[in-house]
C-alpha cells in the first residue's frame, strides 16, 4: 500500500522474500521489478492527488503487477518495506537503512538504461565484507605496503613548491617527456610528448576516453573474457556493440580460430589486456601477431591496457604498438598505480598516434579535464627510476607470488598458472560451494579471507562460476596468515 513519509508519497512494500540487489538490478535492463508484490496490495493512493492508471503498474516476472510511483524527486527512503520501516521514516542517508528492494526500484526510477545492469564494483563490496568481518583482503588489487620514498619526497617537493593549481589538460610537459622516454625504453619507438601522449586520471580514466572518443554507437568492439569490469561498463556508454571470446583454463590462450571468425570489417577495435587481469596471462609472441595480422587485413584498432607490463615474471612483455604497422592503430594504456604501489594516486596515460590521440583528448578535456598536478611531478620522477628498481621489483613480487601459490596448493585449491600481474586464479569447486560468489561469501565469514568471484569478469556468469582470483600484492606476513587461515578452516568436500 502507498502511505505518506512527511510530505513526500512512498510505496510500502512487503518485505516477504529475500532479494539480492545485484540480481534485480541485472532484471532491471527489461525493466521489469522481481520483487514480491500484489495488485491487491498496491492498489490505493494516499499523498498523490492523482488517481492510480493502469499505466501505472508495471509487467513484474510471474505474472505479479506491482505499483510503481512515477514521481520527480524520490529518494530511496522514500520507498520503503515493512521490515525497515522504522529506519526508514528516518530518512536516514545511510545505504543501510533502506533494504534492497527499495534501492533497486530507486535505481528503475533514476539511472540510465545503459547503466542500470552494472552495480557496485565487486571489489568495493567484497572490501566492505572484509572491513565488516575482519577479513585478510586478498581480493582487490592494492598493496598494502606503501610506495617509494623517492617518489613520495617528489610529490611533497611538487606541493610546496607551489605546483597545485590546474595542470595542462593533456599533462605537465615534464611527466609527458618521461613518458616517451620510457615508452622508447621498452619498445624501441619514439613518439611525440605533445602530440601523442595524454596523462588521464588512472588507467580507468584513459579506458573510458579512448572508449568514448573513438568509438561510436553501434561499433563493434571484440573483448577477451574474463575482463577488468570497466572495459564493459565503458563501452557501454559509447553504445558499442561487444562481442566477446573466452579464454579458458589451463592457459586461458586465445582461441585463434574462434577470433579469425569472429573479426570482420564490421569492427571497430578488439581491446587487449596483458599482462591479463585477472588469470594472469601474458599474450604470447603469436598470439600477438596473429592479432595484428588480422586488425590490419580488417582495418581494426586496438586498444592495450598495459597497467601491469613491469610485473611479468616468466616471459617478457610485448606491447602491441610495437609489432611491424600496428602503431598507427594502437592506443597504448598504462598507469603508475601499479608499478610504484601508488593506486590512489591515479595517474595513468594514452600513447597514440595523433589522429587518435585527438578523439582520446577530445573525451578527456569533458570527463576530468586535467590530473593532479603535484602527482603528475613526482610521477614524472618515478618514471626516469634506475632499471635496478624494476628489476627489485620483480624479485619482491615473485617471493611474494610463491607464498601464495604455495600456500592456495596446499590448501587444496587447483590453482592456474599466472605470467604476469599480482593476481592468480584458482578453481574452488574442490570446496564444495555452488558457484564462485557462494565461495567467496564463505570465505570471508568463515574463513576471514577475501578473494573475488571472477563471475563478474564475463559477459555469460557461467562461464566463471568454477573460479575466483586472489591478490598477492600484500607483504609477506599477511600472505603467511590469509594462507594458514585457509588450512585451518577451509575443508574438501
Given at each position: 500500500m502507498?502511505?505518506?513519509?512527511?510530505?513526500?508519497?512512498?510505496?510500502?512494500?512487503?518485505?516477504?522474500?529475500?532479494?539480492?540487489?545485484?540480481?534485480?538490478?541485472?532484471?532491471?535492463?527489461?525493466?521489469?521489478?522481481?520483487?514480491?508484490a500484489t495488485t491487491a496490495a498496491m492498489s490505493t493512493v494516499s499523498t498523490r492527488k492523482e488517481a492510480v492508471s493502469t499505466q501505472d503498474l508495471l509487467p513484474v516476472q510471474h505474472g505479479v503487477r506491482a505499483l510503481v510511483p512515477?514521481?520527480?524527486?524520490?529518494?530511496?527512503?522514500?520507498?520503503?518495506?515493512?521490515?525497515?520501516?522504522?529506519?526508514?521514516?528516518?530518512?536516514?542517508?545511510?545505504?543501510?537503512?533502506?533494504?534492497?528492494?527499495?534501492?533497486?526500484?530507486?535505481?528503475?526510477?533514476?539511472?540510465?538504461?545503459?547503466?542500470?545492469?552494472?552495480?557496485?564494483?565487486?571489489?568495493?563490496?567484497?572490501?566492505?565484507?572484509a572491513i565488516?568481518?575482519?577479513?585478510?583482503?586478498?581480493?582487490?588489487?592494492?598493496?598494502?605496503?606503501?610506495?617509494?620514498?623517492?617518489?613520495?619526497?617528489?610529490?611533497?617537493?611538487?606541493?610546496?613548491?607551489?605546483?597545485?593549481?590546474?595542470?595542462?589538460?593533456?599533462?605537465v610537459p615534464d611527466l609527458n617527456s618521461a613518458i616517451v622516454a620510457r615508452f622508447q625504453k621498452d619498445t624501441g619507438l619514439v613518439v611525440d610528448p605533445e602530440k601523442e601522449v595524454t596523462v588521464t586520471s588512472g588507467c580507468t580514466e584513459a579506458i573510458a576516453a579512448t572508449m568514448l572518443g573513438l568509438i561510436n554507437p553501434g561499433d563493434e568492439v571484440i573483448?577477451?573474457?574474463?575482463?577488468?569490469?570497466?572495459?564493459?561498463?565503458?563501452?557501454?556508454?559509447?553504445?558499442?556493440?561487444?562481442?566477446?571470446?573466452?579464454?579458458?583454463?589451463?592457459?586461458?590462450?586465445?582461441?585463434?580460430?574462434?577470433l579469425k571468425s569472429t573479426i570482420s570489417k564490421n569492427t571497430r577495435a578488439i581491446l587487449i589486456n596483458t599482462p591479463h587481469n585477472p588469470t594472469g596471462?601474458?599474450?604470447?609472441?603469436?598470439?600477438?601477431?596473429?592479432?595484428?595480422?588480422?586488425?590490419?587485413?580488417?582495418?581494426?584498432?586496438?586498444?592495450?591496457?598495459?597497467v601491469y607490463d613491469k610485473l611479468s615474471f616468466e616471459m617478457d612483455h610485448i606491447s602491441m604498438a610495437s609489432l611491424p604497422g600496428m602503431y598507427d592503430r594502437t592506443?597504448?594504456?598504462?598507469?603508475?598505480?601499479?608499478?610504484?604501489?601508488?593506486?590512489?594516486?591515479?595517474?595513468?596515460?594514452?600513447?597514440?598516434?595523433?589522429?587518435?590521440?585527438?578523439?582520446?583528448?577530445?573525451?578527456?578535456s569533458f570527463l576530468t579535464f586535467a590530473t593532479s598536478t603535484p602527482m603528475q611531478y613526482a610521477?614524472?620522477?618515478?618514471?626516469?627510476?634506475p632499471e635496478s628498481y624494476y628489476e627489485e621489483l620483480r624479485r619482491d613480487y615473485s617471493a611474494k607470488k610463491a607464498i601464495l601459490v604455495e600456500g592456495l596448493k596446499a590448501v587444496g585449491f587447483k590453482v592456474y598458472p599466472s605470467s604476469g600481474t599480482y593476481f592468480v586464479v584458482v578453481d574452488h569447486t574442490p570446496f564444495g560451494l555452488e558457484n564462485d560468489v557462494a565461495f567467496c561469501e564463505y570465505l570471508i565469514k568463515e574463513v576471514g579471507v577475501v578473494a573475488i568471484p571472477t563471475s563478474v569478469f564475463y559477459l555469460n556468469p557461467e562461464d566463471g562460476k568454477n573460479l575466483v582470483r586472489f591478490t598477492f600484492c600484500k607483504?609477506?606476513?599477511?600472505?603467511?596468515?590469509a594462507v594458514e587461515r585457509m588450512k585451518e578452516k577451509l575443508s574438501r568436500r
Open positions: 502507498l502511505r505518506p513519509h512527511s510530505s513526500r508519497p512512498s510505496l510500502l512494500l512487503p518485505h516477504t522474500l529475500p532479494l539480492n540487489l545485484y540480481k534485480t538490478v541485472g532484471l532491471l535492463r527489461s525493466r521489469t521489478i522481481t520483487y514480491p512515477r514521481v520527480i524527486g524520490f529518494k530511496p527512503c522514500d520507498i520503503v518495506c515493512e521490515k525497515h520501516d522504522a529506519k526508514a521514516n528516518s530518512h536516514s542517508s545511510e545505504p543501510s537503512s533502506y533494504c534492497e528492494v527499495a534501492v533497486a526500484i530507486f535505481l528503475h526510477l533514476t539511472v540510465a538504461k545503459r547503466l542500470e545492469k552494472f552495480k557496485t564494483t565487486i571489489f568495493t563490496q567484497m572490501s566492505m565484507l565488516k568481518h575482519g577479513a585478510i583482503n586478498l581480493g582487490q588489487g592494492f598493496p598494502n605496503f606503501d610506495g617509494p620514498e623517492f617518489v613520495k619526497e617528489a610529490a611533497i617537493e611538487a606541493i610546496k613548491s607551489g605546483k597545485n593549481q590546474y595542470a595542462r589538460g593533456y599533462g573483448l577477451f573474457a574474463p575482463f577488468y569490469d570497466s572495459y564493459e561498463a565503458t563501452l557501454s556508454m559509447a553504445g558499442a556493440n561487444v562481442k566477446c571470446i573466452t579464454l579458458r583454463p589451463p592457459d586461458f590462450s586465445v582461441p585463434l580460430e574462434e596471462k601474458m599474450f604470447t609472441r603469436e598470439e600477438l601477431n596473429t592479432i595484428a595480422s588480422l586488425c590490419i587485413e580488417n582495418d581494426v584498432l586496438v586498444f592495450t591496457d598495459e592506443i597504448t594504456m598504462n598507469s603508475l598505480g601499479k608499478t610504484f604501489s601508488l593506486t590512489g594516486w591515479k595517474i595513468g596515460w594514452a600513447i597514440a598516434p595523433p589522429h587518435l590521440t585527438w578523439g582520446v583528448r577530445q573525451a578527456h610521477a614524472a620522477v618515478a618514471l626516469r627510476a607483504d609477506e606476513g599477511t600472505l603467511r596468515r
